[in-house]
C-alpha cells in the first residue's frame, strides 16, 4: 500500500509545478519588498539543508528558531525538516530565561535568530557555545549569516522522505499557567491537521480562489502554524505576505489584500477601538442601520482596516466576546470563532456559514470527535493530536483518558444543532469564602463587550464575592487626566457592573470592579506572548492591595 502524501511531499510538487509563483513577500524596510518564489524557497531552504547535514547532528536534533515572522522562518524550518531535524521555535517577546530554559530543555543543536525587537535583553539567555545563524533581518550581532552560508552551499538533492511518525515540531506552550511544556508534533499529524485546515477554507472562499494571507501572529503558536504556515505548504496556490511592523501594520495589510485573515480578540477588540477613535459608536451604529448606506459605510470602515477583500476572517487562541462578533458582521465581515489548542495542532472546532453563533465556538471538524466528561470537560480526539509531552511520560498519563481523548480543561456545552460553548475553564474555576465557584471567563467575557475595556480579570479567591480587574481601552486611558472624564468614566463603568450582575447568579457577581493602574502586557508579563492574561502574577501583583478594595465603599476603584 502507498504511504500516505505527507506535508514535505505537497513542499516537492510545489517546487515542481509552480517553481516560478511567488509564494512569500518579504517586507525589507523603506516601504520595499522582496518577492521569494517556490523555486526561490526551496533553493535557499535545500542550501542551508546540506549545511545542517555537514554539522553531523543526530537524527531528529532539535532546531531552534528566535525570530519574528518572515519569510526564512519558513525556509528555515524546511531546511530543518529535509535535513532530518526537528524545529523548536521560540516566541521573538520571551524573557532571557525562558529563551534558556527552552534551549535547554529541548537540547537544541543550533539555533536560528531573526526578526526581534529586545534581542539585547534575551541574548543572554542563549548559551554561548550554541551555535547560531542570523536570517538577514536580524539584529545587529556576529553570528554567521544566512545569506553566505547559502552562497557557499550547494542544494541538498532529491526528495528527502521523513517517516510519518518523526516529530517534525516541537512546539512550547505560551505558559499561561506556568512553565511552557513541549508539545510533540509528527509529520503524520501535522499534515493531516493543515489538510482539514485547507478543505475547511476552501469550502468558504472557492476551490478556485487564489488565498492571501497576511502572517504576523507569532509563528512559534500553534494558531499561525498551523492554519497560515503549514496550510499553506500544503495548499502551494497560498500567496503569504509577512508585516514590517506595528507602524506599518495598516499598509502591510493594504499591500496583502488578505482574502483569509485570522486574529486573537484582543487585537479584534483593538480593530474596533480604532474606528471608533474615529466615528463614535453610537454615530457609526446609527449609520450601519440605513438601509443601503449601512453596507457601503460598512464597506469603507474594512477599507480603512485593510479587510475589504476579505472573504473569511477567523478568531482563536481565547475568547471573543459575541457582540465583538456581530458587530464585525454588521459591517459586512464574514467573521467566525474557532476553537483548538496546541495539543490538537490548531484542528478542533469552527462555525460554519449554516451553523454558527456569536459565543459558541463551533462544531467538530472534520475527523474530530468530542465528547463532555461527567463534569463538562470537553474531551477531543483529532486527526491533529499530538504525540506526548517533550521529557514528560508523567503529563501524558494525566491528560489522556483510557481509550485516547485529550483532557482539555476547557467546560462546555453542546447544543442540538451541534455547537460547542465553552463554559469556563477547570483549573480557573475558584470558590470564595461562601464556599460557591465561580466561572471567570463568562463574566470576563460580558465585560470585554464594553469599549471602554480592553481586557479584563475576574478573581476572589477565598473573598467573600468576587471582583473584576480591568484595563481601560487603549484610546481611553490618556482621557481619564481630565476629572470630568474620569468622573464620566466611573458613572458608566458602575452601570457596567450593574448590568453585568443583572445577568448571574448572586453567588458569582461581582463586588467591585478595580482599575488596573496600568496596562498589562507581554513586556511586563502580564499578558502570554499569544495576548491571554497570566492570572497568577496578576493575583499576586495586586494581594497586599485586596484588603483595602474590599474595605472600600465604592463599586468602581481605580489602583
Same mark, same amino acid.
Given at each position: 500500500?502507498?504511504?500516505?502524501?505527507?506535508?514535505?511531499?505537497?513542499?516537492?510538487?510545489?517546487?515542481?509545478?509552480?517553481?516560478?509563483?511567488?509564494?512569500?513577500?518579504?517586507?525589507?524596510?523603506?516601504?520595499?519588498?522582496?518577492?521569494?518564489?517556490?523555486?526561490?524557497?526551496?533553493?535557499?531552504?535545500?542550501?542551508?539543508?546540506?549545511?545542517l547535514? #555537514?554539522?553531523? +547532528? @543526530?537524527? =531528529?536534533?532539535?532546531? &531552534? *528558531?528566535?525570530?519574528?515572522?518572515? $519569510?526564512?522562518?519558513?525556509?528555515?524550518?524546511? #531546511?530543518?525538516? +529535509? @535535513?532530518? =531535524?526537528?524545529?523548536? &521555535? *521560540?516566541?521573538?517577546?520571551?524573557? $532571557?530565561?525562558?529563551?534558556?530554559?527552552?534551549?535547554?530543555?529541548?537540547? @537544541?543543536?543550533?539555533?536560528?535568530?531573526?526578526?526581534?525587537d529586545?534581542?539585547?535583553?534575551?541574548l543572554?539567555?542563549?548559551?554561548?557555545?550554541?551555535?547560531?545563524?542570523?536570517?538577514?533581518?536580524?539584529?545587529?550581532?556576529?553570528?554567521?549569516?544566512?545569506?553566505?552560508?547559502?552562497?557557499?552551499?550547494?542544494?541538498?538533492?532529491?526528495?528527502?522522505a521523513?517517516?510519518?511518525t518523526?516529530?517534525?515540531?516541537?512546539?512550547?506552550?505560551?505558559?499561561?499557567?506556568?512553565?511552557?511544556?513541549?508539545?510533540?508534533?509528527?509529520?503524520?499529524?501535522?499534515?493531516?491537521?493543515?489538510?482539514?485546515?485547507n478543505?475547511?477554507?476552501?469550502?468558504?472562499?472557492?476551490?478556485?480562489?487564489?488565498?492571501?494571507?497576511?502572517?504576523?501572529?507569532?509563528?512559534?503558536?500553534?494558531?499561525?502554524?498551523?492554519?497560515?504556515?503549514?496550510?499553506?505548504?500544503?495548499?502551494?496556490?497560498?500567496h503569504?505576505?509577512?508585516?514590517?511592523?506595528?507602524?506599518?501594520?495598516?499598509?502591510?495589510?493594504?499591500?496583502?489584500?488578505?482574502?483569509?485573515?485570522?486574529?486573537?480578540?484582543?487585537?479584534?477588540?483593538?480593530?474596533?477601538?480604532?474606528?471608533f477613535?474615529?466615528m463614535?459608536?453610537?454615530?457609526?451604529?446609527?449609520?450601519?442601520?440605513?438601509p443601503?448606506?449601512?453596507?457601503?459605510?460598512?464597506?469603507?470602515?474594512?477599507?480603512?482596516?485593510?479587510?475589504?477583500?476579505?472573504?473569511?476572517?477567523?478568531?482563536?487562541?481565547?475568547?471573543?466576546?459575541?457582540?465583538?462578533?456581530?458587530?464585525?458582521?454588521?459591517?459586512?465581515?464574514?467573521?467566525?470563532?474557532?476553537?483548538?489548542?496546541?495539543?490538537?495542532?490548531?484542528?478542533?472546532?469552527?462555525?460554519?456559514?449554516?451553523?454558527?453563533?456569536?459565543?459558541?465556538?463551533?462544531?467538530?471538524?472534520?475527523?474530530?470527535?468530542?465528547?463532555?466528561?461527567?463534569?463538562?470537560?470537553?474531551?477531543?480526539k483529532?486527526?491533529?493530536?499530538?504525540?506526548?509531552?517533550?521529557?514528560?511520560?508523567?503529563?501524558?498519563?494525566?491528560?489522556?483518558?483510557?481509550?485516547?481523548?485529550?483532557?482539555?480543561?476547557?467546560?462546555?456545552?453542546?447544543?442540538?444543532?451541534?455547537l460547542?460553548r465553552?463554559?469556563?475553564?477547570?483549573?480557573?474555576?475558584?470558590?470564595t469564602?461562601?464556599?460557591?465557584?465561580?466561572?471567570?471567563?463568562?463574566?470576563?467575557?460580558?465585560i470585554?463587550?464594553?469599549?471602554?475595556?480592553?481586557?479584563?480579570?475576574?478573581?476572589?479567591?477565598?473573598?467573600?464575592?468576587?471582583?473584576?480587574?480591568?484595563?481601560?481601552?487603549?484610546?481611553?486611558?490618556?482621557?481619564?487626566?481630565?476629572p470630568?472624564?474620569?468622573?464620566?468614566?466611573?458613572?458608566?463603568?458602575?452601570?457596567?457592573?450593574?448590568?453585568?450582575?443583572?445577568?448571574?447568579?448572586?453567588?458569582?457577581?461581582?463586588?467591585?470592579l478595580?482599575i488596573?493602574?496600568?496596562?498589562?502586557?507581554?513586556?511586563?508579563?502580564?499578558?502570554?506572548?499569544?495576548?491571554?492574561?497570566?492570572?497568577?502574577?496578576?493575583?499576586?501583583?495586586?494581594?497586599?492591595?485586596?484588603?483595602?478594595?474590599?474595605?472600600?465603599?465604592?463599586?468602581?476603584?481605580?489602583?
Amino acid at each position: 500500500m502507498a504511504q500516505a502524501k505527507l506535508i514535505l511531499d505537497y513542499v516537492y510538487d510545489h517546487e515542481a509545478t509552480l517553481a516560478d509563483q511567488v509564494y512569500l513577500t518579504q517586507p525589507v524596510g523603506g516601504g520595499q519588498v522582496k518577492d521569494y518564489t517556490w523555486r526561490q524557497v526551496m533553493d535557499e531552504s535545500r542550501r542551508m539543508a546540506t549545511h545542517l547535514k #555537514a554539522q553531523n +547532528l @543526530a537524527p =531528529g536534533a532539535r532546531i &531552534a *528558531i528566535l525570530s519574528k515572522n518572515c $519569510a526564512h522562518f519558513i525556509m528555515a524550518e524546511l #531546511a530543518i525538516w +529535509l @535535513a532530518g =531535524g526537528t524545529t523548536v &521555535a *521560540i516566541f521573538p517577546t520571551e524573557t $532571557a530565561d525562558t529563551v534558556r530554559y527552552v534551549l535547554e530543555h529541548s537540547e @537544541a543543536s543550533l539555533l536560528f535568530v531573526g526578526k526581534l525587537d529586545t534581542f539585547d535583553q534575551q541574548l543572554p539567555g542563549i548559551p554561548a557555545d550554541l551555535p547560531r545563524i542570523a536570517f538577514p533581518l536580524a539584529p545587529k550581532n556576529s553570528f554567521e549569516s544566512w545569506d553566505a552560508v547559502v552562497a557557499r552551499t550547494q542544494p541538498l538533492q532529491g526528495k528527502v522522505a521523513r517517516a510519518a511518525t518523526d516529530i517534525g515540531i516541537l512546539m512550547y506552550t505560551s505558559g499561561s499557567t506556568g512553565q511552557p511544556k513541549g508539545v510533540m508534533h509528527s509529520f503524520e499529524r501535522i499534515t493531516a491537521a493543515a489538510e482539514g485546515i485547507n478543505r475547511d477554507t476552501k469550502s468558504r472562499i472557492g476551490a478556485d480562489v487564489k488565498n492571501r494571507m497576511l502572517s504576523y501572529l507569532p509563528l512559534a503558536h500553534v494558531f499561525e502554524r498551523a492554519w497560515v504556515e503549514s496550510a499553506s505548504l500544503v495548499d502551494g496556490n497560498t500567496h503569504l505576505f509577512f508585516a514590517e511592523s506595528l507602524e506599518t501594520f495598516v499598509q502591510d495589510l493594504n499591500r496583502a489584500k488578505p482574502v483569509t485573515f485570522i486574529s486573537v480578540p484582543r487585537l479584534w477588540l483593538k480593530f474596533q477601538q480604532g474606528v471608533f477613535a474615529k466615528m463614535p459608536p453610537k454615530k457609526l451604529d446609527r449609520l450601519l442601520s440605513i438601509p443601503i448606506l449601512g453596507k457601503i459605510v460598512g464597506r469603507k470602515v474594512l477599507k480603512g482596516l485593510g479587510l475589504d477583500h476579505a472573504l473569511l476572517a477567523g478568531s482563536g487562541s481565547a475568547p471573543i466576546p459575541a457582540e465583538l462578533i456581530a458587530w464585525y458582521r454588521r459591517l459586512g465581515l464574514n467573521l467566525i470563532e474557532g476553537y483548538a489548542m496546541t495539543e490538537d495542532f490548531a484542528y478542533s472546532h469552527n462555525s460554519t456559514d449554516k451553523v454558527n453563533a456569536p459565543g459558541c465556538v463551533g462544531v467538530p471538524l472534520k475527523g474530530v470527535e468530542v465528547r463532555l466528561s461527567e463534569d463538562g470537560e470537553v474531551l477531543i480526539k483529532s486527526p491533529g493530536q499530538f504525540v506526548g509531552y517533550y521529557k514528560r511520560p508523567d503529563l501524558d498519563a494525566e491528560v489522556f483518558t483510557e481509550d485516547g481523548f485529550f483532557r482539555t480543561g476547557d467546560k462546555g456545552e453542546r447544543r442540538a444543532d451541534g455547537l460547542l460553548r465553552l463554559t469556563g475553564r477547570v483549573k480557573e474555576l475558584f470558590k470564595t469564602s461562601k464556599g460557591k465557584y465561580v466561572a471567570p471567563a463568562p463574566i470576563e467575557n460580558r465585560i470585554n463587550a464594553c469599549p471602554l475595556i480592553e481586557l479584563s480579570m475576574v478573581s476572589g479567591v477565598g473573598q467573600p464575592s468576587a471582583y473584576a480587574m480591568v484595563v481601560l481601552a487603549e484610546t481611553v486611558r490618556p482621557t481619564v487626566k481630565d476629572p470630568a472624564v474620569k468622573a464620566q468614566i466611573t458613572a458608566d463603568l458602575t452601570q457596567l457592573l450593574k448590568d453585568v450582575n443583572a445577568e448571574l447568579p448572586d453567588y458569582e457577581r461581582l463586588q467591585m470592579l478595580v482599575i488596573a493602574p496600568e496596562p498589562w502586557s507581554i513586556e511586563n508579563g502580564f499578558l502570554t506572548p499569544t495576548m491571554k492574561i497570566r492570572r497568577n502574577r496578576i493575583e499576586a501583583a495586586v494581594e497586599t492591595q485586596l484588603g483595602n478594595w474590599y474595605a472600600g465603599k465604592g463599586t468602581v476603584q481605580w489602583a
